[in-house]
């Protein structure tokens, strides 16, 4: 029996609360973690969770071991790579989860350039506007905006989001221009549906701010299709600038409203407790940091342009 591998099996399955989304995450079939838990099951000679056809409970032996675990498997993986690094060849397995408006785009020449500094690490990316629980969806960190959703979660913010009212120059010629936020009431508007405002939009404006209720002719959860409605002259949307930059700056969109600026969200790295001290996961955060610093290239273009104030709005 190979304890560590049916320790971590057990985090797994307790973390995902399901013995097939434990069995997908760790790329081995169902069969091969019921026979790990059965084995660490019988060699403490008590049942680690409770089953049935639906649900998958920890029993009140596996609660009390579960917390020790975790921190084991943790810090075996922790000593795992820096044994490597003491190499000069951080390795291994790193999953990350990202929100599909920041991948598309904008990601690729940083992976390029993250495996050409670090080739012996295999990065898996999970690519969702889905908000998740790095823990339980088995992944070493997710690239969100939204806050970390509890304790024992770790959120490091890696640069701000801002967000635009756009429309093409096309769309604008046939319409009356809004000069007030509230004239987007006007309008056939294309909004993202994964804020934590929800249909409350604030915005500020030398120094006073507004707060507006808007409605959506298109409501989605994804910006890149809120972009593509924007393009065929439909309406007015609200897409993040890393989405937008380059149509605004090739004129294909135009701001609405620009002497108004909306609040911005942050991207944030959320990632367990457990695994603040994760070599591949440090590199990896450094990295983007590196990469996009603290005003990210698309947004420094816009300000350049005079179409983004340089000033940083945070406010929700």
Same mark, same amino acid.
């Given at each position: 029996?190979?304890?560590?591998?049916?320790?971590?099996?057990?985090?797994?399955?307790?973390?995902?609360?399901?013995?097939?989304?434990?069995?997908?995450?760790?790329?081995?079939?169902?069969?091969?973690?019921?026979?790990?838990?059965?084995?660490?099951?019988?060699?403490?000679?008590?049942?680690?969770?409770?089953?049935?056809?639906?649900?998958?409970?920890?029993?009140?032996?596996?609660?009390?071991?579960?917390?020790?675990?975790?921190?084991?498997?943790?810090?075996?993986?922790?000593? +795992?790579?820096?044994? /490597?690094?003491?190499?000069?060849?951080? %390795? =291994?397995?790193?999953? @990350?989860?990202? $929100?599909?408006?920041?991948?598309?785009?904008?990601?690729?020449?940083?992976?390029?350039?993250?495996?050409?500094?670090?080739?012996?690490?295999?990065?898996?990316?999970?690519?969702?506007?889905?908000?998740?629980?790095?823990?339980?969806?088995?992944?070493?960190?997710?690239?969100?905006?939204?806050?970390?959703?509890?304790?024992?979660?770790?959120?490091?913010?890696?640069?701000?989001?801002?967000?635009?009212?756009?429309?093409?120059?096309?769309?604008?010629?046939?319409?009356?221009?809004?000069?007030?936020?509230?004239?987007?009431?006007?309008?056939?508007?294309?909004?993202?549906?994964?804020?934590?405002?929800?249909?409350?939009?604030?915005?500020?404006?030398?120094?006073?701010?507004?707060?507006?209720?808007?409605?959506?002719?298109?409501?989605?959860?994804? +910006?890149?299709?809120? /972009?593509?409605?924007?393009?065929?002259? %439909? =309406?007015?949307?609200? @897409?993040?600038? $890393?989405?937008?930059?380059?149509?605004?700056?090739?004129?294909?969109?135009?701001?609405?409203?620009?002497?108004?600026?909306?609040?911005?969200?942050?991207?944030?790295?959320?990632?367990?407790?457990?695994?603040?001290?994760?070599?591949?996961?440090?590199?990896?955060l450094e990295h983007i940091t590196s990469a996009?610093?603290?005003?990210?290239?698309?947004?420094?273009?816009?300000?350049?342009?005079?179409?983004?104030?340089?000033?940083?709005?945070?406010?929700?």
């Amino acid at each position: 029996m190979d304890r560590l591998q049916n320790l971590e099996t057990f985090v797994r399955v307790a973390q995902t609360q399901s013995f097939g989304e434990a069995a997908q995450q760790l790329r081995v079939a169902k069969s091969v973690v019921t026979t790990r838990i059965k084995q660490l099951e019988d060699y403490l000679g008590a049942p680690l969770f409770h089953r049935s056809t639906r649900v998958v409970r920890l029993s009140e032996l596996g609660q009390a071991f579960l917390r020790d675990c975790t921190q084991l498997v943790s810090r075996a993986n922790d000593v +795992v790579d820096q044994m /490597r690094n003491v190499r000069g060849k951080p %390795a =291994g397995t790193l999953r @990350v989860h990202a $929100l599909t408006g920041f991948v598309i785009g904008h990601f690729g020449s940083l992976l390029r350039e993250f495996q050409d500094t670090y080739p012996d690490i295999h990065l898996e990316l999970i690519v969702s506007d889905a908000v998740v629980d790095p823990v339980k969806a088995g992944v070493d960190c997710a690239l969100q905006i939204f806050p970390a959703a509890s304790t024992e979660l770790i959120s490091r913010p890696l640069f701000a989001v801002r967000r635009v009212f756009c429309a093409t120059p096309q769309y604008l010629a046939r319409h009356e221009v809004p000069k007030d936020p509230r004239d987007l009431h006007h309008h056939p508007l294309g909004l993202y549906s994964g804020y934590p405002t929800r249909d409350r939009w604030t915005f500020r404006r030398e120094g006073s701010e507004l707060t507006v209720y808007l409605s959506a002719a298109l409501l989605t959860n994804s +910006v890149h299709l809120l /972009r593509e409605y924007a393009l065929e002259h %439909a =309406g007015i949307v609200c @897409v993040p600038t $890393l989405v937008a930059a380059e149509d605004l700056r090739q004129g294909r969109l135009q701001v609405v409203l620009p002497g108004y600026e909306l609040s911005s969200f942050w991207l944030s790295a959320v990632y367990a407790v457990s695994s603040r001290d994760a070599l591949k996961m440090k590199l990896f955060l450094e990295h983007i940091t590196s990469a996009f610093a603290r005003v990210p290239p698309w947004d420094a273009a816009l300000i350049e342009r005079g179409m983004l104030p340089a000033e940083l709005y945070e406010a929700y």
